[in-house]
């Protein structure tokens, strides 16, 4: 039996090791980052024995309405030939992928990766085939990986470029010993991996170890220094590689781009700054509160007042010894706090805002008088410049993650699967394989991603344009030669669905001439 070399694994746990050194700055970045997301910031700006303090969710605030903008934009693959022979399994690819996503909770692990890619900066996606999925047939199987738990050679911008990629995942003891009776009693963990587990829980740190040789993609899974699986030892992937197209089985999301890393940073690291000192503020502005509402008073010891009868408000009487005068008790007078202070946090709070494009229409805020909903939504697009720019970039990657799928489809689905599909049509079955796309011709496609607008206020814009176009005579058989003009100079969305209702008109009048 063929055993994976000694000598290599421990050049790969070395290797493991320097990535893992090198991403050290970034795991504590991303653990600092957590505690300002939960609001528990005040664990590191707070001083040694300082109290702390109140927390606004100004800065929470920016990340929700960021990632409402990206739910109301939730990514749609479209599929399309570069040779016309393609066409019709290009149609079916479009069709299908959704329905393959869907099937594996990519709209929940989207929602998820959006939250963590807003805090910290990136989101990668592992995009794998599960072969226990679809009662052991397998599927494609899109699924979040925490940066915390991946390291890849450090310096290079492409993650396509890394000499290795490391996954690690935490597997109980008892079941991977199961899953790999070959195991040793007793494996201990190369690495430390942050994750959230019970105490006392027995845990096995498992590393998914993927290269790269001779343009083949292998995969070797070990734990401790004990091989658990090797791509290169089976023989049904020596010569074919783990999976046929040969790229690292990840799409890194980044939002805002890091020179020569493959890695950026998010929103907390942006805002942070102003949170700290919203919050600062805030807590010098409450404690003058507190204490200019809760009175105090200098009294001479020999006042002669019923102390415990003073400090109780609910006695109606205070009984006192000799005459009553101001003298014996003075109220402390607490020094007034100037506008100033309000004036400098309100500037704090604009500078969040300013500086996240978090302003109040981009929020769903509107200015008196601004009703209509067409009007709210051209504000909000207008405000929306920087959420446009976020999400296109993010389609980019997602376009990554849509050409992966398709590979795991045109590799694995070799025998025929059945799919219903809701369009605007209604419901259908649809039976495929990858036979056509498999073999000796095996066609390229591009891959392009829309949005499944679900914001209410641009449906009901849409609807407006649909009807002031109606009403301009768009849809009138005897002037859809002068709307095919007008068209040719507009921009909308649903453009072509006008154009061929207008060609169809067109082609029956002329028909009729004929």
């Given at each position: 039996m063929l055993q994976f070399p000694k000598e290599r694994l421990e050049e790969a746990i070395g290797r493991l090791r320097e990535y893992k050194r090198a991403k050290a700055p970034l795991e504590k970045r991303l653990r600092e980052e957590e505690l300002w997301y939960q609001l528990r910031h005040w664990e590191l700006i707070g001083g040694e024995g300082e109290r702390p303090g109140p927390t606004s969710a100004w800065l929470f605030n920016n990340l929700a309405n960021k990632h409402a903008d990206a739910m109301d934009n939730f990514p749609e693959p479209v599929v399309?030939?570069?040779?016309?022979?393609?066409?019709?399994?290009?149609?079916?690819?479009?069709?299908?992928?959704?329905?393959?996503?869907?099937?594996?909770?990519?709209?929940?692990?989207?929602?998820?990766?959006?939250?963590?890619?807003?805090?910290?900066?990136?989101?990668?996606?592992?995009?794998?085939?599960?072969p226990a999925l679809e009662h052991g047939a397998g599927d494609v199987d899109v699924t979040p990986i925490d940066l915390q738990n991946i390291f890849w050679e450090p310096g290079v911008r492409d993650i396509q470029l890394s000499r290795d990629l490391f996954i690690a995942h935490r597997w109980d003891r008892e079941t991977l010993e199961k899953e790999y009776p070959q195991l040793e009693k007793g494996t201990g963990?190369?690495?430390?991996?942050?994750?959230?587990?019970?105490?006392g829980q027995d845990r096995v740190t498992v590393i998914d170890w993927y290269y790269k040789k001779d343009g083949l993609l292998h995969l070797c899974k070990f734990a401790g220094e004990h091989v658990l699986y090797a791509s290169e030892l089976d023989e049904r992937c020596r010569d074919t590689g783990w999976y046929a197209h040969g790229l690292y089985p990840v799409v890194f999301d980044t939002l805002f781009p890091v020179a020569g890393e493959p890695v950026g940073f998010g929103y907390i690291a942006v805002t942070?700054?102003?949170?700290?000192?919203?919050?600062?503020?805030?807590?010098?502005?409450?404690?003058?509160?507190?204490?200019?509402?809760?009175?105090?008073?200098?009294?001479?010891?020999?006042?002669?007042?019923?102390e415990e009868e003073f400090l109780d408000w609910d006695r109606p009487i205070v009984h006192v010894e000799g005459a009553i005068s101001e003298e014996r008790v003075r109220p402390i007078q607490p020094y007034p706090l100037s506008e100033t202070y309000l004036r400098v946090q309100q500037m704090k709070i604009d500078e969040l805002k300013e500086t996240s494009s978090n302003r109040d229409f981009s929020a769903g805020s509107t200015n008196a008088g601004v009703t209509a909903a067409s009007a709210i939504s051209a504000l909000q697009e207008a405000g929306n410049k920087t959420s446009r720019d976020m999400i296109r970039a993010s389609y980019r990657a997602y376009g990554r993650l849509g050409a992966l799928c398709l590979e795991l489809i045109r590799q694995f689905y070799d025998v025929g699967r059945c799919f219903r599909i809701t369009g605007e049509?209604?419901?259908?079955?649809?039976?495929?394989?990858?036979?056509?796309?498999?073999?000796?011709?095996?066609?390229?496609?591009?891959?392009?991603?829309?949005?499944?607008?679900?914001?209410?206020?641009a449906?009901?814009?849409?609807?407006?344009?649909?009807?002031?176009?109606?009403?301009?005579?768009?849809?009138?058989?005897?002037?859809?030669?002068?709307?095919?003009?007008?068209?040719?100079?507009?921009?909308?969305?649903?453009?072509?669905?006008?154009?061929?209702?207008?060609?169809?008109?067109?082609?029956?009048?002329?028909?009729?001439?004929?």
């Amino acid at each position: 039996m063929l055993q994976f070399p000694k000598e290599r694994l421990e050049e790969a746990i070395g290797r493991l090791r320097e990535y893992k050194r090198a991403k050290a700055p970034l795991e504590k970045r991303l653990r600092e980052e957590e505690l300002w997301y939960q609001l528990r910031h005040w664990e590191l700006i707070g001083g040694e024995g300082e109290r702390p303090g109140p927390t606004s969710a100004w800065l929470f605030n920016n990340l929700a309405n960021k990632h409402a903008d990206a739910m109301d934009n939730f990514p749609e693959p479209v599929v399309l030939p570069r040779e016309p022979g393609d066409a019709k399994d290009a149609e079916a690819l479009s069709r299908i992928i959704p329905a393959v996503l869907d099937r594996c909770g990519f709209e929940q692990t989207y929602s998820d990766q959006w939250w963590y890619k807003l805090k910290h900066g990136t989101a990668v996606y592992g995009v794998f085939w599960n072969p226990a999925l679809e009662h052991g047939a397998g599927d494609v199987d899109v699924t979040p990986i925490d940066l915390q738990n991946i390291f890849w050679e450090p310096g290079v911008r492409d993650i396509q470029l890394s000499r290795d990629l490391f996954i690690a995942h935490r597997w109980d003891r008892e079941t991977l010993e199961k899953e790999y009776p070959q195991l040793e009693k007793g494996t201990g963990d190369v690495i430390d991996v942050i994750t959230r587990t019970a105490d006392g829980q027995d845990r096995v740190t498992v590393i998914d170890w993927y290269y790269k040789k001779d343009g083949l993609l292998h995969l070797c899974k070990f734990a401790g220094e004990h091989v658990l699986y090797a791509s290169e030892l089976d023989e049904r992937c020596r010569d074919t590689g783990w999976y046929a197209h040969g790229l690292y089985p990840v799409v890194f999301d980044t939002l805002f781009p890091v020179a020569g890393e493959p890695v950026g940073f998010g929103y907390i690291a942006v805002t942070k700054a102003p949170q700290e000192y919203i919050d600062r503020l805030g807590k010098n502005i409450m404690e003058c509160s507190l204490m200019a509402s809760r009175p105090r008073y200098f009294a001479g010891r020999s006042a002669g007042i019923n102390e415990e009868e003073f400090l109780d408000w609910d006695r109606p009487i205070v009984h006192v010894e000799g005459a009553i005068s101001e003298e014996r008790v003075r109220p402390i007078q607490p020094y007034p706090l100037s506008e100033t202070y309000l004036r400098v946090q309100q500037m704090k709070i604009d500078e969040l805002k300013e500086t996240s494009s978090n302003r109040d229409f981009s929020a769903g805020s509107t200015n008196a008088g601004v009703t209509a909903a067409s009007a709210i939504s051209a504000l909000q697009e207008a405000g929306n410049k920087t959420s446009r720019d976020m999400i296109r970039a993010s389609y980019r990657a997602y376009g990554r993650l849509g050409a992966l799928c398709l590979e795991l489809i045109r590799q694995f689905y070799d025998v025929g699967r059945c799919f219903r599909i809701t369009g605007e049509k209604g419901t259908a079955f649809v039976t495929y394989s990858s036979r056509a796309i498999r073999g000796a011709h095996r066609p390229d496609f591009d891959i392009v991603m829309t949005a499944q607008k679900k914001n209410p206020f641009a449906r009901v814009s849409q609807n407006e344009l649909a009807k002031e176009l109606y009403d301009r005579g768009f849809f009138r058989p005897d002037l859809a030669e002068q709307a095919m003009g007008a068209l040719e100079l507009m921009d909308f969305e649903g453009k072509e669905a006008v154009r061929a209702y207008l060609a169809k008109h067109l082609e029956k009048e002329e028909q009729t001439i004929a």
